[in-house]
Every structure is written in C-alpha cells, then in structure tokens.
C-alpha cells in the first residue's frame, strides 16, 4: 500500500512499514488486497500484521481487516503445522468439535498442494546463513546418481532391509524398509514380511524381490522416461510362466519419481500394474526417524523435484521451469479434459505441450480443430488428413474468427485471439494463437479464471463445429 492509498482511509489506523501485494500473489485473495507489517492501531510504538480488505460494495477499505500481534501470526502458523502433521505443540490446542476434526483432516490434506510450498518457504527462511551456506555445501548424491540404475539400486537396498534378520541391525532401518514394502505392495500395516530376497536385472526387470514363502514382487523402475515396446506385458508373461507353480501372490508395480500424464497411468493400471508415484514415496520416506545418509540423500532429492513441481503455483509463468510445467499440466489433467501432454520437438528446440479437445469440423473430411499449449502460448490448432491441407486451414481459420461474437460498438469478444505471424503448412497447422500474457496474466495464475477462460475457448471450437 503506498502513502496516497493509506491517507484515502482515514479509519485504517494500523501504519504499513512493510507491505505485499497480496491480490497480485494469492489468486484466492478475493477482497485481502495487501498484507502489511506496520504500527499497530493500538499504540504507535508496537507493530502488528494486518489485512488490508477492500469493500467492493461501499467502494472503501473495510473494517474487517485482521490486525494480529506478531508473536499471534506465528501462533497461528505453529497450530496449523502442528495440526497438518498431527502433533501437539506448546499452545496445548485442544478439538472443539470433534465431529468436524476428520472434515479438517480432509481439507488439509485436499490442500497441501497449496499449503505446502508455503511451509517450505518458511523451513528456508528460518535456516541461518550458516545452515543455509552448509546445506547447498552439503552435495548429495542423487544429484550425480541420476540415472534409472542408481535408483533400482536405491530401491532394491532399502527393500532388502525388509527381512526381518536385518530387525536388530539397524530397527529404524528395518521398519522404514518393511512400510516402504508394504506401500510398494499396496498392503496394509497387518501384513507379516518375514523374509525378503531382492534381485535385479533378471529377465531385464528392474528390481524382483521375492517375499515370505509364496510372493513374488517386480518393479519397474523410471525417473523421468516412460514405458516402450511392450515391455510391462513381457514382464507379466515371464513371471507367470516362472512362478506359475511355486508362488501363489504374484505383484506388478510401476514406479516413477518424474511426472507422467493421467493418461498413460491408467493405461499401465489397465495392464495389471499398481502405479507408486513421488508422493507416495516421500510420505513414506518421511515417517523414517532415523539417519542413514542414504535414506535422508534420496529424500531431499525427491522433495526437491517435489516443490520444483508445485512451484508453479507460487511463481509467474516467465519464471517457470521444465518441473512446474510439468506440474501444472498435471494440475490442469484434474480440471479439464487433458488428452495427454508430452515434449514436443521442433526445429526451434521444442517445447512441452499439452493437448485436448479435438472436435471434427463439419464439410472437411478428417479435419479436426483442437487447442494445445505450448509452454506458453495457446494454439487454436487443426489436424488435416487430406492433401489440401491450405484450402482447409484457410477455411477453418476464417470459421473461428467468425464465431469469436462481437460486443455491441462492433469489437470483438476476444481480441487476445490473433492469427499467428505466419501459418505453417502439414498434418498439423495452428490458424491462431493467444499470447501467454493475455492467458496467464504477468503474476501468480488464477486458476479457477484460467479455467473458465479455457473452456470458453473449448466453446468457441464448439460452436465451429456446427452447421
């Protein structure tokens, strides 16, 4: 809030010294306009927090704005980490309701791709220097061990402490190898492991691991590569025809540490596969109380790669990276109707794009209008089966621009939809484009408006599709 804003709301005693632009940053803001650290209402010498709210109705700053003591703001932020991780802290909190406490669970746990990123922040913030300097001096190996045999051989060595002759080796060890069996499994606590044998590389699978007398586990391992030629069916057919006779409890796992399309998941689901992703890895691995290097290494490397994924939801889209965009495709898989998302190669260099929404054009024989975003921009785009591919694209380019509707002086609904500097010529052609700005907006993404902005979009391919 800067000085002229302050003194046009004289009943806003509270003084900002330090101020965030909390509209520009939280998409959820709704009338919280500013954060603020400042002299506080109550006495001039003290500071507080508040919240700036802005009253839309009576076109004025509001009197509901929170005002806290500093020391009340952490508080706040000690009760909420306590309750997220279920723990008791020094406030000696205390359930109110108990018949809402599992609804709060549940909202929190909807949430934590939000809240999350957040907490970690505040992890960094309260590192010293020291800590700080000694942390990124601190190499960890999965940064150099980043191929897919390095972590077969992290997997296969901590399920090989699963056996219960290792219980008195190391038992933080041995407990965190049994859970992390178990959810690889996908068995509950109750489930008894006694021995276990791992292997690797037989019949070219990734980890085996025979457990008790009767079960037989294989993992297919990836980081950042998917499935090819078949491979996850040959698997299932050697193991049948191995253990046929010998072992009754057969197990296929899929597991991956990168970000995979909803799609291809369920299609390796369909095949017979039980699918273990980042998460569930993480939440397991941060139930380990102990400190083996290499079970804290893979950790942090995971949690890494882990909020890498999510910041897209507290950083602008210029400064998004390869994981945020691959989180946020993944994000937008929950919300619209994503055919997949891949890396898409160009002469240019290539881009990761995401694609949906394919819809035949009437009167043009296998032409089909869909939207696709390329990292950035979004592509009204068109697939062209036939030879005239120019003829088609101009026809379809001049149907979208028809359908776009005007507002009452004669301007278009949509001006950020604009036909592309050059129209390309093949199978697949893009007859215009909306500039990332005009699409994402220069801060923070509101979510909920891009989507709504999307589906207009879908509904304007829609409308090009009718007689």
Request: aromatic share 10%; net charge negative; proline share 3%.
């Amino acid at each position: 809030m800067n000085e002229q804003e302050h003194k046009t709301a004289p009943i806003l005693s509270h003084y900002p010294v330090i101020a965030v632009d909390y509209e520009n940053l939280d998409a959820t803001a709704g009338d919280a306009k500013f954060l603020s650290i400042g002299k506080s209402t109550w006495c001039k010498e003290d500071f507080s927090a508040k919240v700036f709210r802005w009253a839309e109705k009576g076109n004025r700053w509001s009197r509901q704005g929170e005002e806290l003591t500093l020391w009340r703001v952490l508080d706040l932020a000690i009760l909420l980490v306590a309750t997220i991780n279920d723990r008791l802290s020094y406030l000696n909190e205390f359930v109110q309701n108990p018949q809402d406490i599992d609804a709060l669970h549940d909202f929190l746990n909807d949430n934590m791709s939000i809240l999350e990123p957040r907490i970690n922040e505040l992890k960094r913030l309260l590192k010293t220097k020291e800590e700080d300097t000694q942390s990124e001096g601190c190499p960890n190996i999965f940064s150099f061990a980043t191929s897919e045999l390095s972590q077969d051989a992290i997997i296969a060595w901590l399920m090989q402490w699963a056996d219960e002759k290792y219980a008195k080796e190391d038992s933080q060890l041995h407990s965190l190898a049994q859970d992390f069996l178990r959810m690889v499994l996908g068995k509950s606590s109750t489930y008894e492991i006694h021995s276990v044998n791992v292997k690797r590389q037989w019949k070219n699978i990734d980890v085996c691991v025979e457990i008790n007398d009767n079960g037989f586990l294989i993992i297919e391992d990836k980081t950042s590569t998917s499935t090819h030629d078949g491979q996850l069916e040959r698997y299932i057919t050697c193991v049948e025809d191995e253990y046929k006779n010998s072992r009754e409890n057969l197990y296929f796992t899929y597991l991956k540490t990168g970000n995979e399309p909803n799609g291809i998941l369920k299609e390796i689901e369909n095949k017979g596969y039980r699918t273990v992703g980042r998460e569930d890895i993480i939440a397991c691995l941060r139930r380990y109380k102990g400190n083996n290097v290499l079970v804290i290494s893979f950790l942090k490397h995971l949690e890494k790669i882990e909020e890498q994924t999510q910041s897209f939801r507290i950083l602008p889209v210029k400064k998004w990276g390869w994981y945020a965009w691959e989180g946020f495709y993944k994000d937008l898989e929950n919300r619209l109707d994503i055919d997949s998302w891949s890396y898409v190669s160009n002469p240019s260099g290539g881009f990761l794009g995401a694609w949906w929404h394919f819809v035949e054009m009437p009167n043009m024989s296998k032409a089909e209008m869909y939207l696709q975003i390329e990292q950035g921009k979004l592509c009204f785009k068109i697939y062209c089966g036939e030879n005239n591919h120019s003829e088609i694209r101009q026809k379809c380019y001049e149907l979208l621009m028809s359908k776009l509707g005007t507002n009452s002086d004669g301007t278009s609904k949509h001006p950020e939809i604009k036909k592309p500097d050059r129209f390309g010529a093949g199978v697949y052609m893009t007859i215009a484009v909306v500039e990332p700005e005009n699409l994402f907006g220069t801060t923070t993404v509101d979510f909920d408006s891009l989507v709504l902005k999307l589906k207009e979009y879908q509904s304007i391919i829609d409308l090009c599709a009718k007689l």
